[in-house]
């Protein structure tokens, strides 16, 4: 079992900038996919970014369309924790962002086994 525990959400002004932390615990992270989702009022849980590392000590990233170029995920094994840096934050951005872990690299929520329970981002006009 692994557990998340995301923090770093708040309130921020458009154009500001948040990262997000993904603290795990129970197993180290290093074998496991680092995902980040969010999910906005009234909408479906949406994919933003993953990162896997190699066994080469490579890491790997993919990013959704609406992250790229302003979102960058980041993670540290050792530390067994995972980011997500935000910048040029839009109104358009607030929703509940979550961490998810999995041993596979995917972009559907329902492929990922652990999450945690969000932590709120909202960006003011």
């Known amino acids: 079992q692994v557990q998340l525990v995301e923090s770093g959400g708040g309130l921020v002004q458009a154009g500001g900038s948040l990262r997000l932390s993904c603290a795990a615990s129970?197993?180290?992270?290093?074998?496991?996919?680092m995902a980040w989702f969010r999910q906005g009022p009234g909408k479906e849980r949406e994919f933003l970014a993953s990162?896997?590392?190699?066994?080469?000590?490579?890491?790997?990233?993919d990013y959704a369309g609406s992250a790229k170029g302003r979102f960058s995920i980041s993670r540290d094994n050792a530390k067994n924790m995972a980011w997500l840096q935000m910048n040029s934050l839009k109104p358009e951005d607030t929703a509940v962002y979550y961490c998810a872990a999995d041993l596979k690299s995917s972009g559907r929520p329902d492929s990922y086994a652990y999450w945690g329970q969000g932590t709120q981002v909202t960006v003011s006009s």
């Open positions: 990162i896997r590392w190699s066994a080469g000590r490579t890491y790997y990233t």
């Open positions: 129970g197993r180290t992270i290093s074998s496991y996919v």
